[in-house]
């Protein structure tokens, strides 16, 4: 079956970076984008962009652009999330996702598997 | 950007109720680009429907969408235990590209 697992919970001093892995498995890893969302405590959901496994694309929401870096990780089937600059307003969940559709010339940005979140603290 | 605002904030209902949730854009969207998922604590997000009205996979038929202009309803028909939880709303478009709602959380009355 589909699972998204995503690496533990972090906690980082204002202004550092912090990198999340997402590990991927029951599926073909190229064939789907894989999307970051975050949650902040409170608050709704909020997507910061879409990584394409197959082909390495990335399209970052306009808010994150130049802090945010989406890679295929080291380990297989794995994607990771790295934003930097981090304030106490980055303090947030943030789940990995995977498109709908595989295969796909562009995203479908629907999301119908989701890793269960890192907790990313940001405090001095 | 495109806003898409939630109403009514908490629904408080009895299992067996039929539940009604509202998402309006701030300006036309195509009804293609709206989903609506299901959260519920510590769990991830459940994907419910896409364009609008398609239920995703393994989602029972108690939970329909429907469109009206600018306004999008998911309603649930009979609520059942598990589906007390916070309900979002997603549509994709023009940059940011993909925006959500604020919730709807559904909540035993």
């Known amino acids: 079956q589909v699972q998204l697992v995503q690496s533990g919970a972090e906690v980082k001093k204002p202004g550092a970076s912090v990198k999340i892995s997402c590990k991927t498995s029951?599926?073909?890893?190229?064939?789907?984008?894989i999307h970051w969302v975050r949650q902040a405590p409170g608050q709704g959901l909020e997507w910061m962009g879409v990584f394409n496994p197959g082909a390495g694309g990335t399209i970052y929401a306009q808010k994150f652009q130049g802090r945010v870096t989406m890679t295929r990780g080291t380990s297989t089937s794995t994607v990771d999330m790295e934003l930097s600059g981090l304030t106490s307003e980055d303090t947030a969940v943030y789940f990995c996702?995977?498109?709908?559709?595989?295969?796909?010339?562009?995203?479908?940005?629907?999301?119908?598997?989701w890793g269960l979140g890192t907790l990313v603290t940001v405090s001095s | 950007e495109i806003v898409l605002t939630q109403s009514p904030g908490t629904l408080s209902l009895s299992p067996g109720e039929r539940a009604t949730l509202s998402c309006r854009a701030s300006q036309s969207v195509m009804s293609s680009s709206v989903a609506w998922y299901q959260h519920k604590p510590g769990q991830a997000p459940r994907l419910l429907l896409y364009?609008?009205?398609k239920r995703a996979t393994g989602i029972p038929d108690r939970f329909s969408g429907s469109e009206s202009g600018t306004d999008f309803t998911l309603t649930i028909s009979r609520l059942e235990p598990e589906d007390f939880a916070v309900y979002y709303c997603?549509?994709?478009?023009?940059?940011?590209?993909?925006?959500f709602g604020g919730g709807t959380k559904v909540e035993i009355k």
């Open positions: 997603q549509q994709y478009g023009s940059p940011p590209l993909v925006t």
């Open positions: 029951g599926y073909t890893f190229t064939n789907y984008y």
């Open positions: 364009g609008a009205s």
């Open positions: 996702a995977r498109d709908l559709l595989g295969g796909t010339y562009y995203p479908l940005f629907y999301f119908d598997y």
